[in-house]
C-alpha cells in the first residue's frame, strides 16, 4: 500500500505565519516524548548529542511523536555520514547538525543527506523505516523532499562565517546555541552576556537578509521574546528533564521546612519518613 510522508519542518517554517515554538526531549523516555507531543507545542526536538539517546531509542521517540499534530526534530551527536545515514534511515526526517562550524561542515551535512550523484548517502531504503520499507512512492528519487537540515552554529568561528554557511544549498535553517557559542567566547556559563546576544543577533540578522530561517535556544522567556523580536523564525524554549527537575525541587521546597547545616547551607527535610543522614552526615534515602 503506498503511504506518504508527512511535511517537513523546512515546509512547516514556510508555510506559518508566525515563529514556530518547541522543547527539547532529553529523557531518552518514548513515555515522556509522547506526553509532549500533545503539548500544543509547534515541534519536539530529540536530543542524542548530550542525552542517553541511541539508535533504538530515538527511534522509539519517533514512534511514540508519530500522529500527534507536532514536528519531530532530532539532533545528532556528531555530523557524521555514516551517523546521518543511520538516523535517515531510522526515519528522521528533520535533522539538527551540530558544532557546524564552516562551509565545508555545512557541505558534508547535507552531502550525507543525499543520494548520489548528489550526495554521498548509502542506499539501503528498502531496508529502512525512511521509505517504509518500499511503500513510499519513488522515494530514492524524492528522498531530498523529504528531509530538512538544520545547521547549528554555535562557535565563534562558525558566527564568522555564518553568511557563507547560509549560501550553501541544502541548508534549510541555521540554529544557535549560546551555551557553546559562550564557551567559544571565554564566556563559559555566560549566555547572556551582552558578546554572546551581540554574536547571536548578528547571525539572526545574517539569517534575515539571505532569507533562510534561523532559530536559537532561550529558555529564559524574555530571552526568547528578545530574539523573536530580532527575527527568528523558531525558538527552543523548555526541556522535559528541566521541567521535571524544576517541578520536583519547587515541591520539595512547598512541602520539606527548610533547615540550615553547619556550613549555612539550606537543605530539605522532612518528619524522618523520606530522609535520614548516616553518622558521618551523609544524606542517604530511607525506604
Known amino acids: 500500500m503506498p503511504l506518504p510522508l508527512g511535511p517537513t519542518f523546512r515546509e512547516a517554517l514556510a508555510s506559518s505565519d508566525r515563529p514556530l515554538a518547541g522543547m527539547w526531549v532529553c529523557s531518552a523516555s518514548p513515555?515522556?516524548?509522547?506526553?509532549?507531543?500533545?503539548?500544543?507545542?509547534?515541534?519536539?526536538?530529540?536530543?542524542?548529542e548530550h542525552s542517553p539517546n541511541g539508535l533504538e531509542s530515538v527511534l522509539a521517540q519517533v514512534q511514540a511523536i508519530h500522529g500527534y499534530p507536532i514536528h519531530t526534530m532530532v539532533r545528532l551527536p556528531v555530523n557524521d555520514t555514516v551517523l546521518i545515514k543511520q538516523y535517515l534511515d531510522l526515519g528522521v526526517q528533520n535533522l539538527l547538525i551540530p558544532m557546524v562550524h564552516?562551509?565545508?561542515?555545512?557541505?558534508?551535512?547535507?552531502?550525507?543527506?543525499?543520494?548520489?550523484?548528489?550526495?554521498?548517502?548509502?542506499?539501503?531504503?528498502?531496508?529502512?523505516?525512511?521509505?517504509?520499507?518500499?511503500?513510499?512512492?519513488?522515494?530514492?528519487?524524492?528522498a531530498g523532499e523529504t528531509i530538512s537540515v538544520t545547521v547549528q552554529i554555535e562557535s565563534a568561528t562558525a558566527v564568522e562565517a555564518v553568511e557563507?554557511?547560509?549560501?550553501?544549498?541544502?541548508?534549510?535553517?541555521?540554529?544557535?546555541?549560546?551555551?557553546?557559542?559562550?564557551?567559544?567566547?571565554?564566556?563559559?556559563?555566560?549566555?547572556?552576556?551582552?558578546?554572546?546576544?551581540?554574536?547571536?543577533?548578528?547571525?539572526?540578522?545574517?539569517?534575515?537578509?539571505?532569507?533562510?530561517?534561523?532559530?536559537?535556544?532561550?529558555?529564559?522567556?524574555?530571552?526568547?521574546?528578545?530574539?523573536?523580536?530580532?527575527?527568528?523564525?523558531?525558538?527552543?524554549?523548555?526541556?522535559?528533564?528541566?521541567?521535571?527537575?524544576?517541578?520536583?525541587?519547587a515541591l520539595a521546597a512547598r512541602f520539606i521546612p527548610a533547615t540550615h547545616d553547619d556550613d549555612g547551607a539550606t537543605t530539605h527535610d522532612g518528619d524522618g519518613d523520606h530522609t535520614t543522614h548516616d553518622d558521618g552526615g551523609n544524606f542517604r534515602p530511607s525506604y
Open 164 to 249: 557563507d554557511i547560509l549560501k550553501v544549498d541544502g541548508v534549510d535553517a541555521i540554529f544557535m546555541g549560546p551555551a557553546d557559542l559562550a564557551a567559544s567566547m571565554g564566556l563559559l556559563g555566560q549566555q547572556e552576556h551582552p558578546k554572546v546576544r551581540a554574536a547571536v543577533e548578528h547571525c539572526l540578522e545574517a539569517a534575515v537578509r539571505a532569507g533562510v530561517p534561523a532559530g536559537v535556544n532561550a529558555f529564559n522567556p524574555d530571552t526568547a521574546q528578545h530574539y523573536l523580536d530580532k527575527g527568528a523564525r523558531f525558538v527552543f524554549v523548555g526541556a522535559d528533564v528541566l521541567l521535571l527537575a524544576r517541578g520536583s525541587e
Open 102 to 142: 564552516s562551509v565545508a561542515d555545512a557541505e558534508a551535512a547535507v552531502a550525507a543527506t543525499r543520494y548520489p550523484p548528489e550526495g554521498v548517502r548509502g542506499v539501503g531504503s528498502a531496508l529502512a523505516r525512511a521509505a517504509r520499507w518500499n511503500r513510499v512512492p519513488d522515494y530514492p528519487a524524492r
Open 31 to 48: 513515555l515522556i516524548a509522547e506526553l509532549c507531543a500533545g503539548s500544543g507545542l509547534d515541534v519536539l526536538l530529540v536530543d542524542a
